[in-house]
């Protein structure tokens, strides 16, 4: 009897329909769930926008973005995660890391840390 030994190192993810991994089949279900419940199920009547454009526009706009951060991979990377790093960009004060005197004087300008006054 032939012994085979199965591969278990390889850094592939599993694909399960159309070619796509776990999570962003799990984001293009959920989106497109979220942007069908918005078109047939919210009350656009009671708010006079039976047949205003809206009804259709709101929910493609949340499908559209929806398949975008789901497919999307710039540069290798999901484009949820760009969007995480841009937003923690762009919250977070700037600080070097350096020399720990830099390090503690940027985090004293941006009030992140309090100089005690007493112990220098």
């Known amino acids: 009897m032939d012994r085979h030994e199965v591969?278990?190192?390889?850094?592939v993810e599993d694909r399960l329909f159309w070619g796509l991994t776990l999570p962003r089949l799990f984001g293009v279900v959920t989106t497109m769930?979220?942007?069908y419940g918005?078109?047939?199920?919210?009350?656009?009547?009671?708010?006079?926008?039976?047949?205003?454009?809206?009804?259709?526009?709101?929910?493609?706009?949340?499908?559209?973005t929806g398949l975008a951060l789901s497919l999307l991979r710039p540069m290798g990377r999901p484009l949820a995660a760009w969007l995480v790093n841009l937003a923690s960009y762009a919250l977070l004060p700037r600080c070097f890391t350096g020399p720990l005197n830099a390090r503690t004087s940027c985090l004293l300008e941006n009030g992140l840390v309090h100089e005690d006054r007493e112990h220098r």
Do not use: E
């Open 7 to 11: 591969p278990t190192h390889l850094d």
């Open 33 to 35: 769930g979220a942007a």
């Open 38 to 64: 918005l078109y047939a199920r919210f009350p656009w009547a009671s708010l006079g926008l039976a047949d205003s454009p809206a009804r259709w526009v709101l929910p493609s706009v949340l499908a559209l």
